[in-house]
């Protein structure tokens, strides 16, 4: 078992089941609702705790009723709270989820008004407890500073970045971390459209690290520290119900056989299978057997 620290987004997901998906100004009734806790960080950690792992979550909560909610389910996943940052006004983020029954896939209109969590709030966190530091690549400065105080005073920690959209400067901390985890989105937005190259240029102009990116139905792809392409083909479940979180279970399942270990082979393979099995079950719960 191990212990990880999460830097990132915890949200209230409000999914609504549909049908498929409609057309701009259609009126669609929903199948069924479900409000759930959701966000990058708060689902990798949730399923890294099914895991076996003790996990802590770094993040910014509003003081509101909805608030309950999450801190209920990451109470359930026996997640730290105590580095977390509540405050006084504000809402905490929401996702309207349209979750389609005929393809599984998601499409989120998300809406955030809370600050981002700061330098200033991680600077209490004693690092000295950890075995692995994964943040969320959002608000660059203030990641940027973290992780160079990590580096600084725990060189021996093991930091992952996962980098999900395309924000301006994001490339500058790929430099600071030990794994990267890429997704089809920011890959895409890059220009590439093929997984393998972009790895491969991205080792040749700058990277040390190791790096995986996810693509979807076509698999999941890693770069390995001696710039091997290992290449994974999606494990498809008999049908696709729900795609929410895929990405992060991904990480997640990733985080826990690189902390206990093994190759970034078998980690890439029991990543894909885990993020295949959550696509064949709605939610993230009892994903591990
Ligand atoms: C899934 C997810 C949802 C959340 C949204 C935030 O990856 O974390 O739980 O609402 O993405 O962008």
């Avoid at 409609?22 to 689902?43: C, F, K, M, W, Y």
């Avoid at 160079?148 to 971390?177: H, M, T, W, Y």
Wanted: net charge negative; with cysteine.
């Amino acid at each position: 078992m191990a212990r990880i620290l999460g830097v990132g987004n915890v949200t209230l997901d409000i999914v609504n089941v549909i049908d498929n998906y409609p057309h701009e100004d259609q009126e669609v009734r929903a199948l069924s609702q479900h409000i759930n806790r959701g966000g990058n960080t708060g689902n990798t950690l949730a399923v890294l705790n099914q895991l076996g792992h003790d996990c802590a979550w770094a993040g910014t909560l509003a003081d509101e009723r909805d608030a309950e909610l999450i801190r209920a389910d990451l109470h359930e996943h026996r997640i730290d709270l105590s580095a977390v940052h509540t405050v006084k006004h504000g809402k905490v983020p929401t996702s309207y989820i349209s979750l389609s029954r005929l393809s599984g896939s998601r499409t989120i209109v998300h809406y955030r008004d809370l600050p981002e969590y700061q330098a200033s709030d991680f600077a209490r966190i004693d690092l000295g407890l950890f075995d692995w530091l994964h943040v969320e690549g959002r608000n660059i400065d203030q990641i940027k500073l973290m992780l160079q105080r990590a580096r600084a005073e725990q060189p021996n920690l093991i930091c992952s970045l996962e980098v999900e959209k395309a924000r301006d400067g994001i490339e500058q901390l790929f430099p600071l971390v030990d794994m990267l985890m890429f997704s089809r989105d920011y890959v895409l937005r890059k220009g590439w459209h093929d997984p393998g190259s972009f790895l491969q240029v991205l080792r040749d102009q700058t990277l040390l690290a190791g790096a995986t990116c996810t693509w979807g139905d076509r698999g999941a792809y890693a770069l390995s520290r001696n710039g091997e392409i290992l290449h994974e083909p999606a494990f498809k479940p008999k049908t696709v119900v729900d795609t929410l979180g895929a990405g992060d279970v991904f990480n997640a399942g990733l985080i826990d056989q690189l902390v206990r270990g093994h190759s970034l082979d078998m980690a890439l393979i029991e990543a894909s299978r885990l993020a295949g099995r959550k696509c064949g079950v709605y939610g993230l719960k009892n994903l591990v057997d």
